[in-house]
């Protein structure tokens, strides 16, 4: 069974730095595309950040582009997500989501974690 | 950046009517436009991909077509289990600059 884990979500305050890891197991991790989503509270859904199998392609967001990293460990079946210089506008839940290979929709999701920006 | 729109915005519907959702882009997508069903503080889960493709356990009451720029999902007799927020995406660009429709809220009659 796919599943994805997220964890490292919290309260920070403006300006400050996070990390965010998802965990992966039910499937060879080395072999997908990722990617993280992330939904405000009450909104709706939007595209934050791609990286390749290998982690040599990734692509982000105009929103979050210079101050969030994707990177992942193959070894560890994980993702990462470095948030830097925090902004209220990225509270969110953020999901880590899969991309089938060779297309580019998100086939499993985890459950989410919450960031706060606030001070 | 390719825009989605979703429409309507809510949708109130009876146990066992027909849904019919629609989702509009600002550019065609081709057919590389996804639906997602997402319940109360859970995550998405794919519906449909490739417009009118059912992803894996999908009930067959759920149905996609369309292409270019105009797209529908269509619960063909809705049970309580699909009173949820439907979200399209559209994925034709690459390097990814992937968008979601805003969503419509199917609700209970």
């Known amino acids: 069974e796919v599943q994805l884990v997220e964890s490292g979500g919290g309260l920070v305050q403006p300006g400050g730095s996070l990390r965010l890891s998802c965990a992966a197991s039910g499937f060879t991790f080395s072999s997908y595309e990722m990617n993280w989503v992330r939904q405000a509270p009450g909104k709706g859904l939007e595209w934050v950040s791609y990286i390749s199998s290998s982690g040599s392609t990734i692509y982000y967001a105009d929103s979050v582009k210079g101050r969030f990293t994707i990177s992942r460990d193959n070894a560890k079946n994980s993702l990462y997500l470095q948030m830097n210089s925090l902004r209220a506008e990225d509270t969110a839940v953020y999901y880590c989501?899969?991309?089938?290979?060779?297309?580019?929709?998100?086939?499993?999701w985890g459950q989410g974690t919450l960031v706060t920006v606030s001070s | 950046e390719i825009v989605m729109t979703q429409s309507p915005a809510t949708l109130s519907v009876s146990p066992g009517e027909r849904a019919t959702l629609s989702c509009r882009a600002s550019q065609s997508v081709s057919s590389n436009l996804a639906w997602y069903q997402q319940k109360p503080g859970q995550a998405p889960r794919l519906l449909i991909y490739?417009?009118?493709t059912r992803a894996t356990g999908i009930p067959a009451r759920f149905s996609g077509s369309g292409s270019g720029t105009e797209f529908t999902l269509t619960i063909s007799s809705l049970q309580s289990e699909d009173f949820a927020v439907y979200y399209c995406q559209q994925y034709n660009n690459w390097p990814p600059r992937f968008t979601f429709g805003p969503g419509t809220k199917v609700d209970i009659k």
């Open positions: 989501a899969r991309m089938p290979v060779v297309t580019a929709y998100f086939d499993y």
């Open positions: 490739g417009a009118s």
